[in-house]
């Protein structure tokens, strides 16, 4: 596959627009993200954003809610749609050809959205209800509760909200949220796929150029929860989350962060994978991620596990992150890099992924990353600079949170 | 995109190998389709093929487990490993150039698996892991329950088994089951991406065309369970399930059956979303999809909501699919027809999704279908024949499951 070619424009209000050309493929992706995720939700209104986003699909510039899901349907979008610490992120797939009026509509939705008073509380009902169907789910459920205790305020809400504050939100609070927070500062959006750079550059002036507003400021840091927690449910299995600090997009060491998670859970022959769960079966899924805010980086692990082995499952997790930085092998380097290689060459033939990274990477660092410049970055790593990384940023200092029914012992 | 070239070769021994050339891709996904799926379990040993599934992965040909895990991954292979009702699926996607080492492997792992006794019981945890991963997640608890009760024994049984039986698994009835499932007679591997013909076939001849084995007799059926049923358990939402018959792959009006589940489950305009969600904020999450195996097609639906809206949300969904047969605008069928033909060229640009639709269709068509054909195919539909065919086979004869803190009515 050729390499992208990849166009960015930045409006006077703000409004960036990064679009990556893909020759060969017929279809189109695109990602917003509005500056109005749950970091910015009030303190006594958690979850809005969330009803926000339902609430903006239901009828915008000339069409009602049912035309409007008509249209969109019309068109063979796929729609996906998502709150985030930072964002709302509104995305969607569809045919190249189509492309320009899903933006006609997508304009309308964000900036000309009705808001009908009157499905106000359907919204909400359906964000109580993702709630309630994460109360289920206790992998998501144990996840929740590792950010909110890893993250100081409000970095570790759960976007979909608190309940109690759901159900007391107001129309008007809610409308006013959608002035401030819908705006075309710092907004993003990205496209990926087959089209004219020329037209849809014209096309999104068209649509953006015009708009006004200012970012909302910045929301402050507060404290984090306690480092440790157990949720006492009866579950079949135990879950444990980890969590403990890395580097951001911006550091020069990002790329040593995302190979030494590699290491510890890239494929099957990752330490996790090995020590946990091929050498002694103690638990089906187990696996660690990379995870970025803008000032920081995070890695979070999951191990799903019997309950008579959680404890040796968590003490062998431990293990495993604490001993990292002692030594790190050639072929356990050289792996980590083909995997790492051999997905974003994958993700490179996907409009939907290609969008989705453009976009977080202008949020990140203001310009997009081409394949081949990541390519050459982790390369360059030797295993001697990933030992020098992990000894300044070893993994330490752990959050710590199990869900089951009985509590583990959590090491000093 | 340019239409994909499908080559298709069957080896003597009925080995099939079919492979779609793909132009302006990096990449190659493959997908073994090989005969040892749920169905062909033995009676007093369900669960026996997952089992056997992680097991054949741990060491093969001249490398032990942990040699093979540093293979794949070091070509950068990401897996995809699955029983479903008929097969063993074991997939795969990296970069084409990776392709014919990964084959080698492949063959190594279905033919020449070691089936280290001492790593029996590793593998049988695992799966017991598995099970109990499910019974945390009420959605899938719900799922499994519905096909059991669907569909008759042994087409309606949960791959991962049952705790006892799995327990009780000893390794010579494993490693029997081996010899005789994993067999090339029927197997089907589909390759789609970047490759060269002539060598591929040479590749997969030099490494399947010897092989011997003829493919188990199809189990008799037996008898499905109760049509209707309750799984009581404290949960935040109610689940509730609903199955009903439809048609086959292989039937004139299979496209008719997959528009009217479009006409009900297609994007945010179907009626079901619109009917239970939109219009009346019943429930987070609710679809219908269309299940195939090869005697008969199958509607499963879920929802999943408030436990006071539950009782609600199964009438109204009852009501949608019974009136479906009485009429359908051509406004609906156009946008369900739109929905489809986007997703096929969607999925005609990822490598996964071709190998994985190719092996399919392969099973049941003895053919690869193109994406024109299908579009097409699909095109040619109106609404008299949509209403014909869903006259012919109504939404009726529901199985209808329910998991949550009180049981619902269910209508006659």
Not at 67 to 94: E, F, I, P
Not at 223 to 237: D, F, M, V
Not at 244 to 251: C, D, R
Not at 260 to 268: N, Q
Request: charged share 20%.
């Amino acid at each position: 596959m050729d390499p992208a070619t990849v166009y960015t424009h930045q409006f006077d209000n703000g409004f960036v627009l990064v679009a990556e050309h893909m020759e060969a493929v017929s279809s189109a992706s695109f990602t917003f993200l509005l500056p109005a995720g749950a970091k910015h939700d009030p303190p006594d209104g958690l979850g809005l954003s969330s009803v926000l986003l339902d609430w903006v699909f239901r009828g915008a510039g000339d069409l009602d809610s049912r035309q409007l899901d008509s249209l969109l349907d019309g068109l063979g979008l796929h729609r996906d749609s998502s709150v985030a610490t930072s964002h709302a992120v509104l995305g969607g797939a569809l045919l190249s050809d189509n492309l320009p009026q899903a933006l006609d509509a997508y304009a309308d939705i964000i900036r000309r959205p009705h808001l009908p008073a009157e499905q106000l509380d359907f919204s909400r009902q359906l964000v109580l209800q993702q709630l309630a169907s994460q109360d289920d789910d206790p992998h998501s459920k144990l996840m929740v509760e590792l950010r909110k205790r890893h993250f100081p305020e409000p970095l570790g809400r759960n976007p979909l909200g608190v309940r109690d504050q759901l159900s007391a939100l107001g129309s008007s609070t809610v409308t006013d949220f959608h002035q401030k927070a819908y705006c075309p500062d710092q907004t993003i959006l990205a496209v990926a796929g087959c089209f004219d750079w020329l037209k849809l550059r014209e096309k999104v002036s068209s649509l953006f150029a015009h708009w006004q507003g200012q970012i909302p400021p910045e929301p402050k840091l507060g404290s984090a929860g306690p480092k440790t927690g157990h949720l006492s449910q009866e579950t079949a299995q135990t879950h444990i989350g980890i969590a403990y600090g890395s580097v951001p997009l911006t550091h020069p060491s990002y790329y040593h962060a995302r190979l030494a998670v590699a290491v510890l859970s890239g494929g099957m022959s990752g330490r996790l994978f090995t020590e946990v769960r091929e050498k002694r079966g103690l638990c089906y899924s187990v696996s660690a991620r990379h995870h970025i805010l803008k000032d920081r980086g995070t890695v979070l692990c999951y191990a799903g596990t019997a309950p008579e082995r959680a404890q040796q499952t968590l003490d062998v997790t431990l293990n495993e992150l604490k001993r990292l930085p002692e030594a790190i092998s050639q072929e356990e380097l050289d792996r980590a890099k083909i995997g790492l290689k051999a997905s974003l060459i994958m993700q490179g033939e996907s409009t939907t992924a290609r969008s989705a990274c453009a976009a977080t990477d202008y949020y990140h660092l203001d310009r997009v990353r081409s394949l081949d410049e990541i390519s050459d970055a982790v390369d360059a790593v030797t295993v001697s600079d990933l030992l020098d990384h992990l000894r300044e940023f070893p993994p330490t200092d752990f959050t710590i949170v199990s869900l089951g029914s009985e509590k583990l012992e959590i090491p000093c």
